[in-house]
């Protein structure tokens, strides 16, 4: 498995020479990398944004690898920057303490951020612990049912005006989340998949329900007023779509269920 990922990312890095060696626009840069660093805007305990092997260390993420492959062809050095979660990024972003991350282009995220074209789809579901009766996503909605989702989280956003009944904890974090499912606490936990198959792994004999009640589109965002870099942005996001690193690093990264978006 070591030798598999590592041959992973050595072809993520070829890629990446090639995007490097196009001459970049100084104006672009420096509305990407004000600092002279591109800063990744990161959290821990998702695949699609970083995670780290329990065994060999290895840092890994889709926001991981595709923001070294960015700051490859910015030709800047690549600094993460972690926050404890999703909302917390958009407000990193938006306070000049990041300068890019990879995310669902919400509508509510589209005020602050402006976007690449989505890169990657993954639909939005349940994970119940051991024991649930639950078995299908729309069965979820009862009273008496607690649901938890990460505060500020899209799948907050998307439930709270969705659902009638059920009642909804907010969890700080995605390792609280677990916590809380583990404990009983919640019936379910809401929010994508690839981030549910990584929570049920820790949490035995927990299952993903069938079904969803939403769709994320990942994509790469900046900070609104950058506009000298978006172009620029948009090409690179074109280019490790159709060359193939968007995928090298849904790979390396062990995410599940996502989908090319349409």
Same mark, same amino acid.
């Given at each position: 498995?070591?030798?598999?990922?590592?041959?992973?990312?050595?072809?993520?890095?070829?890629?990446?020479?090639?995007?490097?060696?196009?001459?970049?626009? /100084?104006?672009?840069?420096?509305?990407?990398?004000?600092?002279?660093?591109?800063?990744?805007?990161?959290?821990? *305990?998702?695949?699609?944004?970083?995670?780290?092997?329990?065994?060999?260390?290895?840092?890994? *993420?889709?926001?991981?690898?595709?923001?070294?492959? $960015?700051?490859?062809?910015?030709?800047?050095?690549?600094?993460? !920057?972690?926050?404890?979660?999703?909302?917390?990024?958009?407000?990193?972003?938006?306070?000049?303490?990041? %300068? +890019?991350?990879?995310?669902?282009? #919400?509508?509510?995220?589209? @005020?602050?951020?402006?976007? #690449?074209?989505? $890169? =990657?789809? &993954?639909?939005?579901?349940?994970?119940?612990?051991?024991?649930?009766?639950?078995?299908?996503?729309?069965? +979820?909605?009862?009273?008496?049912? @607690?649901?938890?989702?990460?505060?500020?989280?899209?799948?907050?956003?998307?439930?709270?005006?969705? =659902?009638?009944?059920?009642?909804?904890?907010?969890?700080?974090? !995605?390792?609280?989340?677990?916590?809380?499912? #583990?404990?009983?606490?919640?019936?379910?936990?809401?929010?994508?998949?690839?981030?549910?198959?990584?929570?049920?792994?820790? =949490?035995?004999?927990?299952? &993903?329900?069938?079904?969803?009640?939403? =769709?994320?589109?990942?994509?790469?965002?900046? /900070?609104? *007023?950058?506009?000298? *870099? $978006?172009?620029?942005?948009?090409?690179?996001?074109?280019?490790?779509?159709?060359?193939?690193?968007?995928?090298?690093?849904?790979?390396?990264?062990?995410?599940?269920?996502?989908?090319? /978006? %349409?």
């Amino acid at each position: 498995m070591a030798l598999f990922t590592r041959g992973i990312l050595l072809s993520v890095l070829i890629g990446l020479a090639g995007c490097a060696s196009a001459p970049v626009d /100084p104006a672009a840069r420096q509305a990407l990398a004000p600092t002279g660093k591109l800063r990744v805007a990161v959290y821990p *305990g998702s695949p699609t944004s970083m995670i780290k092997d329990a065994k060999s260390g290895e840092t890994r *993420g889709v926001t991981w690898d595709l923001g070294r492959a $960015l700051a490859a062809s910015l030709g800047v050095p690549f600094e993460p !920057v972690e926050f404890a979660r999703p909302a917390e990024i958009v407000e990193g972003l938006k306070a000049g303490k990041a %300068d +890019v991350t990879f995310t669902n282009a #919400s509508p509510a995220r589209a @005020r602050d951020l402006d976007f #690449s074209r989505a $890169l =990657v789809s &993954i639909e939005q579901g349940f994970l119940v612990p051991a024991g649930s009766k639950l078995a299908k996503a729309d069965e +979820v909605d009862r009273p008496g049912v @607690r649901v938890g989702v990460t505060a500020g989280s899209t799948s907050e956003g998307l439930l709270s005006r969705q =659902v009638k009944h059920l009642t909804l904890v907010r969890a700080r974090n !995605v390792q609280e989340a677990a916590s809380l499912l #583990s404990s009983g606490s919640i019936e379910a936990f809401a929010t994508n998949k690839a981030i549910l198959a990584e929570l049920s792994d820790r =949490v035995p004999g927990s299952r &993903i329900l069938e079904g969803r009640f939403g =769709v994320e589109n990942q994509a790469l965002g900046i /900070p609104k *007023g950058r506009d000298a *870099g $978006l172009p620029f942005l948009r090409r690179f996001a074109e280019h490790a779509l159709a060359d193939g690193t968007v995928q090298k690093a849904v790979e390396r990264a062990g995410v599940r269920g996502t989908s090319k /978006p %349409d």
